[in-house]
């Protein structure tokens, strides 16, 4: 994923999991659809297709999270995850929030 986002040049239509969902952002830096949902790609992609001026936007912030993506990033925002649930095995597990890793487009 950090390396498909390295060369990106065109808006994203990705499955709102793993890597896509912990750097994307649904409507700003791509547009996420849920795992194994084809029809839900396909419809979204032609909707892309359709909107010029969203994909102009969405490739440009895409471009920035590319710009700020980098394994030491991944490695770093990993090591803090691991560390609050960590901290949440002692203080109790409604400390850790799935949104625990978010990147600023």
Known sequence: MLTSLKVVRIALVACDYAAA????????SALLVPLDDD???????ARLA???DL???????????????SWGRAFDDLERVLRNIAGASRGGLDAVREDSVHVET
């Open 21 to 28: 969902r912990q750097y994307l952002r649904h409507e700003t």
């Open 39 to 45: 029809a839900a790609f396909v419809q979204t992609a």
């Open 50 to 52: 359709g909107n010029p």
């Open 55 to 69: 994909v102009s936007r969405m490739r440009s912030q895409a471009r920035r999270v590319a710009e700020t993506a």
